[in-house]
T-cell receptor, first 114, second 113 residues
Framework: KAGVTQTPRYLIKTRGQQVTLSCSPISGHRSVSWYQQTPGQGLQFLFEYFSETQRNKGNFPGRFSGRQFSNSRSEMNVSTLELGDSALYLC?????????????FGPGTRLTVT | GQQLNQSPQSMFIQEGEDVSMNCTSSSIFNTWLWYKQEPGEGPVLLIALYKAGELTSNGRLTAQFGITRKDSFLNISASIPSDVGIYFCAGQKVTSGTYKYIFGTGTRLKVLA
């Protein structure tokens, strides 16, 4: 069974631009979560989608948004990029959204903002 | 953002040695996951724990769900060079009526051949 895929793997953007990252979950998984990973803050939760609905949201500004499509694929968007948005963005998929579910991560998208 | 306390932060060990690391919190969790991450890659799930006191193995790795539900432990026996990487714990709990995973700060493992 194919794992979680993320595109693109690497991205360089300029401050003020916007970016869209894509995630395809493991086949049959309906929940997708997004995380930001930086050396200073570690893995921080952005949001989680299940069946096209945002079920959970972390403490990030409104510039960070996401959506999920009917085939469970998900996108996240960051508008008005800031230098501090440079990070590894990870997507994780799971069968369910509730107690005891296991999350499987993709390889991540490395975003560099200059 | 919230992170779990994970120790040690980093460790150098000799090949063949056993390794222990732990994750602690003041909160109660209902599920613990342990991951390994290598440079340029996403975390890979190693072990999942669902009940207090549970002990689960995956090859040379053994993890335990603490009795108090506030901590978890990971042991690696007879370490080998390919064990190098960063190990993360993740605890799941209910926050504002929804389930969420909180991640540990990571333990960076370096193995000397």
């Amino acid at each position: 069974k194919a794992g979680v895929t993320q595109t693109p793997r690497y991205l360089i953007k300029t401050r003020g631009q916007q970016v869209t990252l894509s995630c395809s979950p493991i086949s049959g998984h309906r929940s997708v979560s997004w995380y930001q990973q930086t050396p200073g803050q570690g893995l921080q939760f952005l949001f989680e989608y299940f069946s096209e609905t945002q079920r959970n949201k972390g403490n990030f500004p409104g510039r960070f948004s996401g959506r999920q499509f009917s085939n469970s694929r998900s996108e996240m968007n960051v508008s008005t990029l800031e230098l501090g948005d440079s990070a590894l963005y990870l997507c994780a998929s799971s069968l369910r959204w509730d107690r005891g579910y296991e999350q499987y991560f993709g390889p991540g998208t490395r975003l560099t903002v200059t | 953002g919230q992170q779990l306390n994970q120790s040690p932060q980093s460790m150098f060990i000799q090949e063949g040695e056993d390794v222990s690391m732990n994750c602690t919190s003041s909160s109660i969790f209902n599920t613990w996951l342990w991951y390994k991450q290598e440079p340029g890659e996403g975390p890979v799930l190693l072990i999942a724990l669902y009940k207090a006191g549970e002990l689960t193995s995956n090859g040379r790795l053994t993890a335990q769900f603490g009795i108090t539900r506030k901590d978890s432990f990971l042991n690696i026996s007879a370490s080998i060079p390919s064990d190098v990487g960063i190990y993360f714990c993740a605890g799941q709990k209910v926050t504002s009526g929804t389930y969420k995973y909180i991640f540990g700060t990571g333990t960076r493992l370096k193995v000397l051949a």
